[in-house]
């Protein structure tokens, strides 16, 4: 991805158009690209706050030059202004990538659990938004998943 087409991407006013929209004439990488970032700012401000080390942490997964930081940190707040849910999202993306590439689809959502835990804590808010993209990316829970969930709820059981 070139930083002309960060520039252009960020030189269009905030019309009041869908960011997928406005997007729509990048290459599919950069779509792809613009879409986890949506995801990941939409998963941040889930739990209220969108922090220094969640914003360090997107700019560590997103591979990028110094000299487009400030572009990335534009559409990040972009995206998290944007007031569509986080399912919309998801399901652009699962679109737009297709049932080919579910290594990529569980890339990203490593990534949303990465960034769940970055500010060390992992909110209720953001458990159920990655769960409505696990859901929508057809991502099964793992078994050792499946059994951490139920000694959780097992232990929250004796602590009432």
Request: glycine residues 4%.
């Amino acid at each position: 991805m070139s930083i002309h087409s960060f520039q252009n991407m960020v030189s269009l006013e905030k019309s009041g158009i869908c960011m997928w929209e406005k997007y729509r004439h990048e290459s599919k990488q950069t779509i792809c690209v613009i879409g986890v970032l949506i995801l990941a700012a939409k998963l941040c401000k889930a739990d209220g706050h969108f922090n220094v080390y969640e914003e360090e942490e997107i700019l560590k997964v997103i591979p990028h030059e110094p000299h487009q930081k400030r572009v990335l940190m534009k559409i990040l707040d972009e995206a998290g202004a944007d007031s569509k849910p986080i399912e919309y999202d998801a399901m652009r993306i699962k679109k737009l990538i297709g049932d080919d590439h579910k290594d990529f689809l569980e890339f990203i959502l490593a990534v949303l659990y990465k960034l769940a835990y970055s500010d060390h804590v992992y909110s209720e808010e953001e458990e159920r938004d990655i769960r409505k993209v696990a859901k929508i990316f057809n991502i099964e829970k793992t078994l050792p998943e499946k059994i951490l969930v139920f000694i959780k709820k097992k232990f929250k059981r004796r602590d009432n």
